[in-house]
C-alpha cells in the first residue's frame, strides 16, 4: 500500500555504511498498540483517586453575572467546585514576540477560570472534583451560572472595525508581520502576466484518538506529578506559576501520546489536575470528552488569503503581492507565531524577487486557534499553489514546468531574508511524483471527469531561531552491554522514542533492542524541548547522536588505553570493540573502561542554530534552522451532476533528508497527507454566531480507511539535512500540499477553481454552475 | 460520554417485553441492536428510565418467503439481510440496501425491526418499506408502511408495542438504490430507490423530508410513458428537503433528482 521508494536514485555517500539506520525497523511500540495495551496518561488508577470536570460557558461572549457552586458542593460525593478566584495565579500570560511596538498587546492574557466574562463557547468556568464520573455529571449541571449575553463578533473583517465589540481590552488585533522584499508594485505593474485569486480555509480540529486525557498524584518527595497527554513537558513551569509553587515541585511526565497535531503543545488538562491535587492532596484524573475536545480546544486558524502573482512570459515568477487575514479565536495562545510561518512560507518554495505579505491574526468570539500540524505554513499552500497552477495554464506551460522553472535551490533567498542553504531537492520531488503517477485514470462513468493535479510546499523544521532551541539526552551503558537512553522527548506517535533508539544503536553499534529509552519526563530524564514544530528528530536525534558519539569516543579511548590497541583502529560493532586484533565483547570492553574510572555514561545537549528576534516588519538572516520540501500528485474524478469529488490516485514525495526509520517516515508521510486530504475535502469546525454545531463525529467528519485512497509515499534521500546522518524533519511537512493538489486535479478535471475548504460536493456543484454561466467552453486538460 | 443511569432487563419472550413495557410506563424503551439508541443515549438525548431488551428473544430473526410475501424477524441484522439466499432472490434490493447501511459494526448489530421503529428520515429500509407497501407487524396488530412513518421519529408503536416482522411483496425485477454520502459508511445524505414491481415503477427518496418519500407523481409520469428524466424532474418537484450540515435543501433536491434518473436508468440498463 505504501512505498518508501527513489533510493535508487540516491547517492547514499556516507548512509552505505549505515547499519541500523534506513532500516525499516519495527517500531518499538507498535505491537502493544495494535493490541490495544499501551498504558495512555490516563489508563492509570490511583488508589482513592478523584474524578474532574470542567463546567464550560454555553455562549460565546457574555458578562458572567453569578457563578454559584453551593448546590454543586452539596451533593453526595463531589469533594469541591473551584473557580478562578480559587486558583492562586489564574492568568496565565503568553509572550507574543516581535510585536512590541507597532501591537499594544506584548503579552496576551488568559485565564484558567473565566470570571468576569467568557469570550468563546466552551471556555472553561469551574472545576468540579468528585469521587466518581457518575457525580461529576449530575455536579456540574448543578453549577449555577448566570449570564449577561455580550455582543460578539464572529467575522475577522468585522473585527477589525472602529465600531467591533472588543473581545479583548486592547483591541481585537493580536498580531501583524510584514514582508516587503524588493517592490512588488512596481514589479506587478511591469509584469505582462499577473493572476489575482482569494482563497478560504476552515477551522479544523486535531481530532486525535486520544482525548485530552491525564492523571496526578502528589507524590511521595512532595511534588505534585502529572501525567498527561502532552506534547510539552515543559509546561511544568507554567503549572508551577499557575500554582504558586517552585518549579521544582511540579512533574510532567508524558508517556505515549495517541495524537498531539499541535492540539496538545498548549496546556490542556495539566493545570487543572493540578489545581485539584493542590486542592484535596488526592490522586484525580481528567479526561475530556469528544465533545469538549471539539468544542472549546484550539483550532487549525481560518485564513483568508489574497495573492497577486506577476510572472514573465517564460513563467519566471517576478512579483507576489500576499495578504493574509487570519481568525486567531477568542485567546491569544499562538497565534502569532501560527502567523508569522504563514508570513514566512505564502511565497512558496519559490525564487521570486519582489514580495509583499501583509499578515493579521485577529480575535473574534471563536473558539482559540493554536497551533496544528503545518502551524500556518499549511494554508497559505492552498492560495499560494493555485495561483502557480492558474499561472501555468495561462502560459500553457505544464504545472510541473513552471514550478521546475521557479523552483526554490541551495543559495536561494526565502522573501523573508533567509538564505537556503543546503541542497534542496524540490524540483527531484516533482519528477519522481510524474515519474511514479504514469498515466492518467479514465472516467469510470459517463458523467465524471478525471483530472491530475500537484502541488509543492515548503515548511520549516526546528523551532524560530530567536527562540535559542537545545535539547539534550543522556545515555549510559549498563554493565552487559545494554543501553539506556533518557531523553526528555514526548512520544507522541510519531516514533519518537524508537527513532532515538535507532539512532544510538548506530552508532555504539549495539543490538537495537538492546537499548532502552526512557523518554518524556520532566523530573527525570534531560530536557529535550517540545514534540513540535517537525523538531524531535532533528533537535533531540542531534542530541541522541551527539551524546552516543561522545560516549562512543571515550568508551574506545578508554579500551585503547587499557588494551593497549591503537585507538585509529577500533570502533563499536555487533562484536563488541573491534579492529585491532580479536574483537572485545562489550561487557568485557566496558569492564576494561571501568578499571581507568571513565564513566559509562554522557549527558550531551544540541543547540540549534542561534538568531535574534524578528520584528513586526520581518526581514531577517535567519528565521528558521532548514526547511523540508515536498510535490504531492493526485488524480481525481469529478461527478458533474453532484459535485462528488473522489481521489483515486494520491502520490506524496519529500525530500526527508535521511529516512532513519523508511517505516515511520512513510507513517508520516501518509498520515499528513490523509489528514490534509481531510481538511480538503470533508473536515469543518462550523461555527453559528460562535456556537459550535459540530461538537461530535457525527457532525464533524473526518475520512476513514475507507474514504482515502491508497497513498504512495516516496522519500527523497538527498542527505542534505540538519538533523542526525542528514536527515530533515517530516512530520508536518506532509500536511501542505494536499488541499491544493486535489483543487489543482480538479481544476484540471472540469476547468473550475475551488477557492474555499472544504471542497464539498456541493461547493463544487455550484462553481460548475457558476462557470457555465459566465465562461465560455473550457479548454482541454493541460494537467502534467 | 456516560449514559445517564437507567434500569435494564432482559425480555424472554414478547409477552413478557410488553407485560414489562406496560408496567414501567412510557418511559421505558425496548433494546434491540442498540444502535441508534445507545449512541442517544450516551449523548443523553434520550434518557429511558428502562430499557426492555428484546434481543434474546427467540424466534424474530427468521427470513422466510410466504406466497409473494417475504417476512422479516424484527431481529435480523442488517448483515444478515444482506447474506440472505431467500432475501437476494426475493427482493434483492434490500440486501443491498442492507449491505451498505453504516459499517461493518453496525450492520453485524443493528436490526432491521429497530430501523423500522426509530422512523429516522435518513434511515434506508423505511424507505423500501413506504414505496413497496410493507406491513409492519406487531404485538399488537399490523400497521401498513402508509400509515407508519408519520413525521420525524415519529410512529403509531404504543409505548408497549413491539415489532415482530415486517413484510415485504416479493419483487425481483429490475431495482436499484443508490445512496448519495460523502464517506462511506454515513447514512444518506438523500437516497433514491426504484424498484420494477407489477409491471410498474415503485419510487421512493430517502431523506428528503421528516418521513421517507414515495415519488408518486414520478410513478405515474413513467406509467404514462414519459422519460426517466422528466419522472426525475417530477421526483424532485415540490420536495422540501430540511437544510443541515450536511447539506442544504436545494442541493438535496437537486440529488434527488439526479439520483432517481440514475437509479432508474440503471436498474433499467
Ligand atoms: C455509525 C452508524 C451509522 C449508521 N448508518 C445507518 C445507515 O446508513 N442507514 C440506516 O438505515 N441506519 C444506519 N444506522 C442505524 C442502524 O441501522 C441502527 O441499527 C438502527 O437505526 C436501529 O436498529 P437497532 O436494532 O440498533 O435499534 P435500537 O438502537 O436498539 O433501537 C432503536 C429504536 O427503536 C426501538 N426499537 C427497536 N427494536 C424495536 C422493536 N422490535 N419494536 C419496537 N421498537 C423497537 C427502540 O426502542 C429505539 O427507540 C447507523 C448507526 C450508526 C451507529
Known amino acids: 500500500m505504501t512505498t518508501v521508494g527513489g533510493r535508487d536514485e540516491v547517492q547514499r555517500s556516507d548512509a552505505s555504511q549505515l547499519r541500523v539506520v534506513g532500516r525499516p525497523l519495527p517500531r518499538t511500540d507498535a505491537a502493544e498498540k495494535i493490541a490495544g495495551s499501551t498504558r495512555y496518561a490516563a489508563d492509570l488508577a490511583l488508589p482513592a483517586m478523584l474524578h474532574t470536570r470542567l463546567v464550560r460557558s454555553t455562549l460565546p461572549s457574555a458578562r458572567l453575572v453569578r457563578r454559584d457552586t453551593a448546590r454543586a458542593r452539596s451533593l453526595a460525593g463531589v469533594v469541591a467546585v473551584l473557580l478562578g478566584e480559587d486558583v492562586p495565579h489564574n492568568e496565565v500570560w503568553v509572550d507574543v514576540p516581535g510585536q512590541q511596538t507597532e501591537v499594544r498587546a506584548l503579552k496576551a492574557r488568559s485565564q484558567v477560570l473565566a470570571t468576569g466574562r467568557v469570550r468563546y463557547h466552551g471556555q472553561p468556568i469551574a472545576l468540579v472534583v468528585a469521587e466518581s464520573e457518575d457525580v461529576l455529571a449530575e455536579a456540574e449541571a448543578l453549577v449555577d451560572v448566570e449570564y449577561e449575553e455580550l455582543p460578539g463578533v464572529f467575522d475577522p473583517e468585522e473585527a477589525l472595525g472602529e465600531e467591533a465589540p472588543r473581545v479583548h481590552e486592547d483591541g481585537n488585533l493580536l498580531a501583524e508581520w510584514h514582508i516587503d522584499s524588493g517592490d512588488a508594485a512596481t514589479a506587478l505593474e511591469r509584469a505582462p502576466i499577473v493572476i489575482e485569486g482569494q482563497y478560504r480555509t476552515q477551522f479544523v480540529d486535531h481530532a486525535y484518538l486520544e482525548p485530552e486525557a491525564g492523571v496526578a498524584w502528589l507524590d511521595d518527595d512532595g511534588v505534585i506529578t502529572i501525567r498527561a497527554s502532552t506534547q510539552v513537558v ?138 496544528m500540524r503545518g502551524f500556518g505554513a499549511m494554508q497559505v499552500v492552498f492560495g499560494c499553489e493555485a495561483q502557480i497552477d492558474e499561472l501555468a495554464r495561462r502560459l500553457q506551460l505544464t504545472p510541473d514546468e513552471i514550478r521546475r522553472r521557479n523552483a526554490i535551490r541551495e543559495g536561494d533567498r526565502l522573501p523573508v531574508g533567509q538564505q537556503i542553504v543546503t541542497p534542496i531537492w524540490l524540483g527531484e520531488t516533482i519528477d519522481q511524483v510524474l515519474r511514479a503517477a504514469g498515466p492518467r485514470p479514465e472516467p469510470s462513468r459517463p458523467h465524471c471527469r478525471v483530472g491530475r493535479g500537484i502541488a509543492s510546499n515548503l515548511q520549516p523544521y526546528g523551532r524560530l531561531v530567536w527562540l535559542q532551541d537545545t535539547a539534550a539526552a543522556w545515555i549510559g551503558f549498563q554493565f552487559d ?277 472544504p471542497m464539498t460536493p456541493e461547493r463544487v456543484l455550484a462553481a460548475i454552475r457558476a462557470q457555465a454561466h459566465t465562461d465560455p467552453p473550457r479548454p482541454a486538460p493541460t494537467g502534467p | 460520554m456516560i449514559p445517564a443511569s437507567f434500569d435494564y432487563r432482559r425480555a424472554h419472550d ?195 423530508g421528516p418521513t421517507p418519500m414515495r415519488a408518486r407523481a414520478a410513478e405515474a409520469a413513467l406509467a404514462e410513458g414519459r422519460t426517466m428524466a422528466e419522472a426525475a424532474l417530477q421526483a424532485a418537484e415540490g420536495l422540501t428537503p430540511p437544510s443541515d450540515l450536511r447539506a442544504s435543501s436545494d442541493y438535496r433536491r437537486h440529488l434527488a433528482r439526479v439520483l432517481t434518473r440514475r437509479a432508474l436508468e440503471q436498474a433499467a440498463a
Open chain 1, 234 to 371: 515543559e509546561h511544568f513551569r507554567d503549572i508551577a506559576a499557575i500554582l504558586g509553587v517552585p518549579q521544582a515541585r511540579i512533574r510532567v511526565i508524558a508517556p505515549y501520546v495517541g495524537g498531539g497535531f499541535g492540539g496538545k503543545e498548549d496546556m490542556t488538562v495539566e493545570p487543572y489536575l493540578a489545581l485539584a491535587v493542590l486542592r484535596t492532596g488526592r490522586p484525580v484524573r481528567m479526561v475530556w470528552t469528544r465533545q469538549e475536545s471539539l468544542l472549546a480546544r484550539p483550532k487549525r486558524h481560518p485564513m483568508r488569503l489574497r495573492y497577486r502573482t506577476g510572472a514573465e512570459n517564460d513563467g519566471t515568477l517576478v512579483a507576489q503581492d500576499i495578504e493574509i487575514l487570519a481568525d486567531t479565536g477568542a485567546e491569544a495562545y499562538l497565534g502569532a507565531l501560527v502567523l508569522l510561518y504563514s508570513s514566512v512560507t505564502a511565497a512558496g518554495p519559490y525564487r521570486c524577487p519582489n514580495v509583499r505579505v501583509r499578515a493579521r491574526a485577529v480575535y473574534t468570539n471563536h473558539p482559540p486557534c493554536s497551533a
Open chain 1, 481 to 757: 552491554g545494554s543501553v539506556t537512553l533518557r531523553c526528555g522527548v514526548p512520544d507522541i506517535g510519531g516514533g519518537q522514542a524508537a527513532s532515538l533508539g535507532q539512532i544510538a544503536a548506530e552508532v555504539l553499534g549495539v543490538d537495537p533492542a538492546r537499548v532502552t529509552v526512557h523518554f518524556g519526563d520532566s523530573a527525570r530524564t534531560p530536557l529535550a524541548g517540545t514534540s513540535t514544530a517537525t523538531r524531535q528528530l532533528y533537535m533531540s536525534g542531534n542530541a541522541a547522536h551527539l551524546a552516543a558519539t561522545r560516549l562512543r569516543d571515550q568508551t574506545l579511548d578508554a579500551v585503547a588505553e587499557a588494551a593497549g590497541r591503537a585507538r585509529g583502529a577500533l570502533r563499536l560493532g555487533p562484536g563488541g570493540v573491534e579492529g585491532g586484533g580479536e574483537p572485545i565483547a562489550l561487557p568485557r570492553a566496558l569492564e576494561l573502561v571501568r578499571g581507568l574510572g571513565v564513566p559509562l555514561e554522557v549527558l550531551a545537549t544540541f543547540h540549534g542554530p542561534r538568531g535574534r528576534a524578528v520584528a513586526r516588519d520581518l526581514a531577517a538572516e535567519r528565521v528558521f534552522p532548514d526547511f523540508t520540501v515536498g510535490t504531492h500528485l493526485a488524480d481525481v474524478e469529478v461527478d458533474c451532476d453532484t459535485g462528488q469529488i473522489r481521489v483515486v490516485r494520491y502520490l506524496a514525495c519529500h525530500d526527508v533528508g535521511r529516512a532513519i526509520n523508511p517505516q515511520s517516515v512513510s507513517g508520516q508521510i501518509c498520515g499528513g497527507a490523509a489528514m490534509g486530504i481531510g481538511s480538503a475535502l470533508t473536515e469543518e469546525i462550523v461555527l453559528e454566531s460562535g456556537i459550535n454545531l459540530t461538537a461530535g463525529f457525527f457532525q464533524y467528519r473526518i475520512p476513514t480507511a475507507l474514504d482515502l485512497p491508497d497513498i504512495e509515499a516516496i522519500a527523497l534521500e538527498s542527505g542534505a539535512g540538519m538533523g542526525p546522518f542528514g536527515a530533515r524533519g517530516i512530520g508536518e511537512p506532509p500536511i501542505g500540499p494536499p488541499a491544493a493538489t486535489i483543487a489543482n486535479a480538479v481544476r484540471d478535471a472540469i476547468g473550475v477553481r475551488l477557492t474555499e475548504l
Open chain 2, 14 to 208: 414478547l409477552d413478557e417485553a410488553t407485560r414489562w413495557l406496560g408496567e414501567l410506563g412510557p418511559e421505558a424503551k425496548v433494546l434491540a441492536g442498540g444502535h441508534s439508541l445507545i449512541p442517544l443515549m450516551r449523548l443523553r438525548l434520550a434518557q429511558p428510565s428502562a430499557l426492555v431488551d428484546i434481543g434474546r428473544v427467540p424466534g424474530l430473526d427468521t427470513i422466510r418467503v410466504d406466497g409473494d410475501r417475504l417476512r422479516i424477524g424484527a431481529l435480523v441484522r442488517h448483515a444478515a439481510l444482506a447474506r440472505s439466499e431467500v432475501v437476494r432472490r426475493a427482493l434483492p434490493l434490500l440486501a443491498e440496501m442492507a449491505a451498505e447501511v453504516g459499517d461493518q459494526q453496525v450492520r453485524a448489530r443493528g436490526t432491521l425491526g429497530g430501523v423500522i421503529a426509530h422512523a429516522d428520515p435518513a434511515g434506508d429500509y423505511p424507505t423500501l418499506a413506504l414505496m413497496l407497501d410493507a406491513e409492519i407487524v406487531t404485538t399488537h396488530g399490523s400497521h401498513p408502511a402508509r400509515d407508519f412513518f408519520q413525521h420525524l421519529f415519529t410512529t403509531p408503536l404504543q409505548p408497549d408495542e413491539v415489532i415482530r416482522e415486517v413484510t415485504f411483496p416479493v419483487a425481483a425485477g429490475p431495482h436499484r438504490y443508490i445512496k448519495f454520502r460523502r464517506r462511506r459508511c454515513d447514512w444518506a445524505i438523500v437516497g433514491a430507490a426504484v424498484q420494477q414491481s407489477d409491471g410498474g415503477w415503485r419510487l421512493g427518496l430517502t431523506n428528503c
